[in-house]
């Protein structure tokens, strides 16, 4: 038997896999840059398939660009139930590395609760406080607990 110079058929499956990958994110990130935000929904449709079975409670902030299209977006912490902890400087960054006209903030609840806790409303006022001091305005902050989700701007809490 002559053997031949090639990549085998473990490799191949596994670029096959990769180059599907790629197609795949990048159908999606053309869809997420395509989308306009205009309402609390359109955010959480985008993101309550990606949070809802989570276990843990992830903290996102979303960045949009002046024609309030997501530009990106990107998790910040990860934490155990009820202990993610993010700080401006974390979100903000990523704002900025992403040149922002604004974002949105955005956390999952495992528990299933949506209401806002008294620390998610204290921690978005001094996000947004930070957002007014450096031109990024806070777009809204949205809770998502599995098909639910709340807004912090139609509470009226920012």
């Not at 840059?33 to 205009?38: G, L, R, V, Y």
């Not at 955010?43 to 843990?56: G, H, M, Q, R, T």
């Not at 209401?115 to 949205?142: C, M, Q, W, Y």
Request: with cysteine.
């Amino acid at each position: 038997m002559i053997k031949t110079q090639g990549i085998g058929k473990d490799k191949a499956a596994t670029l096959l896999a990769a180059f599907e990958l790629g197609r795949r994110i990048q159908s999606q990130s053309k869809w997420f840059s395509e989308k306009k935000i205009t309402k609390p929904g359109d955010v959480a449709e985008i993101f309550i398939p990606l949070l809802k079975d989570e276990l843990k409670e992830k903290f996102i902030v979303v960045c949009l660009n002046s024609a309030n299209k997501i530009i990106k977006y990107e998790v910040i912490s990860i934490g155990n139930l009820n202990s993610s902890v993010v700080h401006p400087r974390e979100i903000f960054k990523a704002a900025i590395e992403n040149s922002s006209a604004s974002i949105i903030l955005l956390h999952n609840h495992p528990s299933g609760n949506t209401e806002p806790s008294r620390e998610d409303i204290s921690i978005t006022e001094k996000l947004v406080d930070a957002g007014k001091l450096l031109n990024i305005p806070v777009f809204d902050h949205l809770i998502i607990a599995g098909n639910k989700f709340t807004s912090f701007v139609e509470k009226r809490l920012i």
